[in-house]
């Protein structure tokens, strides 16, 4: 019984370690904005679905760090589905505070950038499998707006 129970077991194994799953790419962050308090960074999520229904996103989590320090984090609950058999670009708007880029003065130096990284999980919701996360990741620069 024990054996036939293992096999079983393993043949589940095998046949969800080869299912399709959603894939996404972290594509672009830009300046979008500045406003009293803060500036406004737009990241942009790619998210590819192999399946023929939508999916629905349960939460997009993110970590914005430079110099190894987080600068703004956040979850949003909820952001709506996944287009079947589509491509589905989905924005995420980071908000960092004046203070906080004040703090950061040595490294936007010269150039007048921040060098960043990125962290975003993407939560999404698979039929019979349950919650499914996709963590990405990007590092770069992002430029700071100027007044002239």
């Known amino acids: 019984m024990s054996e036939l129970l293992e096999k079983a077991k393993n043949f589940v194994a095998e046949k969800v370690g080869h299912v399709k799953k959603p894939e996404a790419e972290l594509t672009d962050v830009d300046f979008k904005t500045v406003s009293f308090g803060s500036v406004e960074y737009l990241a942009k999520i790619s998210v590819t679905n192999p399946y023929g229904v939508d999916l629905p996103i349960c939460d997009i989590t993110y970590t914005l760090k430079s110099v190894g320090r987080e600068i703004a984090s956040g979850t949003i609950p909820d952001p709506g589905s996944i287009e079947g058999k589509e491509i589905t670009v989905l ?15 040595k490294d936007v130096g010269a150039d007048w950038d921040i060098d960043y990284e990125l ?4 939560t999404i919701d698979l039929p019979v499998f349950g919650n499914f996360t996709i963590p990405l990741n990007k590092k770069g620069a992002i430029k700071l707006p100027t007044l002239f």
């Open 119 to 122: 962290d975003i999980g993407l």
């Open 91 to 105: 924005e995420v708007l980071l908000k960092v505070s004046h203070s906080i880029l004040l703090t950061l003065a």
